[in-house]
């Protein structure tokens, strides 16, 4: 115990804050000064706790962007929390978590107070015996992220991105400008820091294009295919990190274009359609700066592969494993609640029991996909849902 009070005494004298204000509980106000009272402020009730000779109670909220109730009634996409984890100093698991949780506020608190950032795996290696992996770290900082009320880039923690951007923009990003414009079929890293959220982004670009995989992001640009259409093509390269997600979230937020998603014809794109527009569980707390719920679902369908005869060859049966993934799908209540044709693709495909790629379309011409696909979608009045 007295190995947390010390811990917690050095979070009160290395705090050096203009007033005693009370914690602010606005979502919106996240400035490094008001994310340093709210710390002090925490740190400051376990101390009383622990002065007082009571084992300090730490509730954290919970929240989940669906759940499995598909008559419509839910109110998973309106942001409320559905509980609290009480966390306790009794239980020993407990305490293993929220002395991880101290070093790792710590941690933030000296980037909020010195105006720096560092990375997750900056984080993890500071004390690599006590946390032991990564996954440690990225929990308590989202538990964090919870109890103050913010977004992971509001604490400095910043992640290297493995999104990739092409096309129409230009912006800056920690004093460095971007310029895709000058040649938009080159390939750039996604990026976002805190100053980039308050500087101007400029594009001529129509609309915005998501595609699941590098290997098609890079067959569109070896295509030329945004200097051909006035676009920005965006990759997450599968499973789109916080990066990509919150890139893409203030590209549509800033520009306010049409934004289409084109992923396989698999469970697994669909799971990573699903992330773009409604978010993850993991991130369900901060759904609303991360989702991108004005995505369209641009391809590819099950019915293309009648619809741009595409041969039986290029088709692969569904494992048990995709099946499983299906099922365990189908119930999320935001698809039939927000997106019913989403869910009606989704048993298609199942029905059919076959999946293929984006990249089956190349049977019949490696540019059949820049110069006839897209555009028969997005110019041409195509299926898009």
Same mark, same amino acid.
């Given at each position: 115990?007295?190995?947390?009070? %010390?811990?917690?005494?050095?979070?009160?004298?290395?705090?050096n804050l203009?007033?005693?204000?009370?914690?602010?509980?606005?979502r919106?106000?996240?400035?490094?000064?008001?994310?340093?009272?709210?710390?002090?402020g925490?740190?400051?009730s376990? +101390?009383?706790?622990? %002065?007082?000779?009571?084992?300090?109670?730490?509730?954290?909220?919970?929240?989940?962007?669906?759940?499995?109730?598909?008559s419509?009634?839910?109110?998973?996409?309106?942001?409320?929390?559905?509980?609290?984890e009480?966390?306790s100093?009794?239980?020993?698991c407990?305490?293993r978590r929220?002395?991880?949780?101290?070093?790792?506020?710590?941690?933030?608190?000296?980037?909020?107070q010195?105006?720096?950032?560092g990375?997750?795996?900056?984080?993890?290696?500071?004390?690599?015996?006590?946390?032991?992996?990564?996954?440690?770290?990225?929990?308590?900082?989202? @538990?964090?992220c919870?109890?103050?009320?913010?977004?992971r880039?509001?604490?400095? =923690? =910043?992640? =290297?991105g493995?999104?990739l951007v092409?096309?129409?923009?230009?912006?800056?990003?920690?004093?460095r400008?971007?310029?895709?414009?000058?040649?938009?079929?080159?390939?750039m %890293?996604?990026? +976002?820091t805190p100053?980039?959220? #308050?500087?101007d982004?400029?594009? +001529?670009?129509?609309?915005?294009? =998501?595609?699941?995989? #590098?290997s098609?992001?890079?067959?569109l640009?070896?295509?030329?295919?945004?200097k051909?259409?006035?676009? /920005?093509?965006?990759?997450?390269?599968?499973?789109?990190?916080?990066?990509?997600?919150?890139?893409?979230?203030?590209?549509?937020d800033?520009?306010?274009?049409?934004?289409?998603?084109?992923?396989?014809?698999?469970?697994?794109?669909f799971? /990573?359609?699903?992330?773009?527009k409604?978010?993850?569980?993991?991130?369900?707390?901060?759904?609303t700066?991360?989702?991108?719920?004005? /995505?369209?679902?641009?391809?590819?369908?099950?019915?293309?592969?009648?619809?741009?005869? /595409?041969?039986?060859?290029?088709l692969?049966?569904?494992?048990? #494993? @995709?099946k499983?993934?299906?099922e365990?799908?189908?119930?999320?209540?935001?698809?039939?609640?927000?997106?019913?044709?989403?869910?009606?693709?989704?048993?298609?495909?199942?029905?059919?029991?076959?999946?293929f790629?984006i990249?089956?379309?190349?049977?019949?011409s490696l540019?059949?996909?820049?110069?006839?696909?897209?555009?028969?979608?997005?110019?041409?009045?195509?299926?898009?849902?």
């Amino acid at each position: 115990m007295d190995s947390y009070k %010390a811990r917690l005494y050095q979070f009160s004298n290395n705090v050096n804050l203009q007033s005693e204000e009370e914690m602010e509980g606005k979502r919106s106000n996240t400035r490094p000064l008001t994310l340093l009272r709210k710390i002090k402020g925490f740190t400051r009730s376990i +101390v009383e706790d622990l %002065a007082r000779g009571r084992a300090p109670l730490i509730y954290i909220e919970r929240f989940r962007n669906y759940c499995t109730d598909t008559s419509g009634n839910c109110s998973c996409s309106s942001g409320l929390l559905t509980g609290k984890e009480a966390i306790s100093l009794k239980r020993e698991c407990h305490a293993r978590r929220l002395d991880v949780l101290l070093r790792v506020l710590l941690i933030v608190q000296q980037l909020l107070q010195e105006n720096r950032h560092g990375s997750k795996r900056d984080i993890y290696y500071m004390h690599p015996t006590v946390f032991k992996e990564q996954s440690v770290v990225d929990r308590a900082i989202n @538990d964090i992220c919870i109890l103050l009320q913010c977004s992971r880039h509001n604490l400095n =923690v =910043v992640s =290297v991105g493995n999104g990739l951007v092409m096309g129409w923009l230009r912006y800056v990003e920690s004093g460095r400008k971007i310029d895709c414009i000058s040649n938009p079929n080159t390939a750039m %890293a996604v990026t +976002v820091t805190p100053l980039m959220l #308050e500087q101007d982004i400029i594009s +001529v670009a129509q609309y915005v294009v =998501v595609v699941e995989k #590098e290997s098609v992001f890079q067959r569109l640009a070896n295509d030329q295919f945004c200097k051909r259409n006035r676009c /920005i093509v965006i990759t997450g390269r599968g499973y789109p990190d916080v990066p990509t997600r919150r890139f893409l979230r203030l590209l549509i937020d800033k520009l306010h274009l049409p934004v289409y998603g084109l992923v396989d014809c698999d469970p697994y794109g669909f799971d /990573i359609l699903t992330t773009y527009k409604f978010g993850s569980l993991q991130m369900a707390y901060d759904a609303t700066f991360l989702r991108v719920s004005e /995505i369209q679902w641009l391809g590819v369908f099950v019915q293309d592969c009648d619809n741009y005869s /595409i041969p039986q060859q290029c088709l692969l049966p569904l494992t048990a #494993e @995709d099946k499983r993934k299906i099922e365990a799908m189908l119930p999320r209540c935001y698809l039939q609640r927000e997106v019913p044709q989403w869910r009606f693709e989704l048993e298609l495909l199942l029905h059919k029991g076959v999946k293929f790629e984006i990249e089956a379309l190349s049977v019949h011409s490696l540019t059949f996909l820049s110069h006839e696909y897209l555009p028969s979608k997005i110019h041409n009045g195509g299926a898009v849902f």
